[in-house]
């Protein structure tokens, strides 16, 4: 399965498989129904740049992780120095959207300019 934004939407591709045909079949999700889905357990987190946050996360490795943000921020994962880019399509709009599932034990959320990012986030288990 592969995930991507477009437009404030989030697209899934899935392999379908029918009749020994396979074909590809699109899921469209607006970020609407992922915030519904996480409100109970969305954190809310202001940074002012240049600055580096180090999030706690829970004692067993995390497996979800959803991110929301107003201005560009770089996510890095495990202790790592290389990161991923997150930014929204204006500056101050809160669409920059990541998401990723998998096993990871830290979270630095960096803000290299002079900028303040407001983000969302969840961590699911």
Not at 87 to 112: H, N, R, Y
Request: glycine residues 6%; hydrophobic residues 40%; negative net charge.
């Amino acid at each position: 399965m592969a995930i991507f934004t477009l437009n404030n939407r989030i697209m899934l591709y899935e392999d379908e498989v029918a009749s020994n045909q396979p074909k590809k079949k699109l899921l469209d999700y607006t970020l609407d129904i992922y915030r519904e889905i996480t409100s109970k357990n969305d954190q809310d987190i202001t940074l002012t740049g240049p600055t580096a946050k180090v999030i706690e996360l829970p004692a067993s490795p995390s497996t979800l992780l959803y991110i929301l943000t107003d201005n560009e921020i770089e996510l890095r994962f495990n202790g790592s120095l290389d990161g991923i880019l997150v930014a929204p399509s204006v500056a101050g709009t809160k669409d920059g959207f990541f998401m990723k599932s998998g096993s990871f034990t830290s979270l630095t959320i960096v803000v290299e300019e002079d900028v303040v990012a407001n983000c969302t986030y969840f961590l699911g288990a």
